[in-house]
């Protein structure tokens, strides 16, 4: 089954120990990106990748940081989270960057 | 840098209503535009986007370039269009990037 997949699905941690949230994807796709969903402000692009070490700020990239060492994972690294970064995490990928982006479920993390 | 504006963050009809969720986008070149849809507890997943100009769920959404709009629109609602809906606006963000940027959101809640 063509699917995006991220873990955890629910992460709790506390301010400044060093956390990565995973995204796979098995379509071959080429773009991936990581969106953050806060009330009232939507979906925020927080870094994109449009192919094999090749990555670009968002939005919002502010205390994270990512890595596409192969086509099929695209991990989202936090190195010292903090209370703000509180939220629900999206991962998404596509066959080109125009084209319809499939999402993964979902990683709600809190930092407390 | 290119915007998507959803003006209003819920809307309730009744059900057999038709519907009309806004965007507006601000963008200077010619836009890749898109609905996505979230139903509840569901990740998001895409509705429909302007260069197929195909009727899914029986939702249409024409482009004005004149007025900068992509309207989503439906004769008459069901329970089951009850979900969030976003517009996204595919472009060119400069230095040889490109970004999916999304609006805020409308929560669509049908009354039956």
């Known amino acids: 089954e063509a699917q995006v997949t991220q873990n955890p699905r629910y992460l709790i941690t506390v301010t400044g120990k060093k956390l990565t949230v995973t995204c796979s994807q098995n379509?071959?796709?080429?773009?991936m990106s990581w969106y953050r969903q806060d009330p009232g402000l939507g979906l925020r692009q927080i870094y994109y990748?449009?192919?094999?070490?090749?990555?670009d700020k968002g939005d919002v990239p502010e205390g994270y940081k990512v890595s596409r060492k192969e086509k099929r994972n695209f991990p989202l690294i936090l190195e010292s989270p903090s209370p703000n970064q509180t939220s629900l995490y999206f991962c998404?990928?596509?066959?080109?960057?125009?084209?319809?982006?499939?999402f993964g479920q979902g990683t709600r993390l809190t930092v407390v | 840098a290119q915007r998507v504006t959803q003006p209003e963050k819920l809307l309730s009809v009744f059900k057999g209503a038709p519907v009309e969720l806004k965007c507006n986008y601000s963008?200077?070149?010619?836009?890749?535009l898109f609905w996505y849809v979230q139903y509840s507890r569901q990740r998001l997943q895409l509705l429909l986007r302007?260069?197929s100009r195909e009727s899914i769920k029986g939702f249409t959404a024409d482009l004005n370039k004149g007025e900068t709009s992509f309207h989503l629109k439906k004769p008459f609602a069901q329970e089951e269009d009850s979900a969030m809906y976003y517009c996204?606006?595919?472009?060119?963000?400069?230095?040889?990037?490109?970004?999916?940027?999304f609006g805020k959101g409308t929560k669509l809640s049908v009354i039956p």
């Open positions: 379509m071959n796709h080429e773009y």
């Open positions: 996204a606006l595919f472009a060119y963000s400069g230095a040889g990037s490109y970004q999916l940027t």
């Open positions: 302007h260069i």
């Open positions: 998404a990928s596509s066959l080109n960057m125009n084209t319809e982006a499939f």
């Open positions: 963008y200077s070149g010619s836009p890749e």
């Open positions: 990748s449009m192919n094999v070490e090749v990555t």
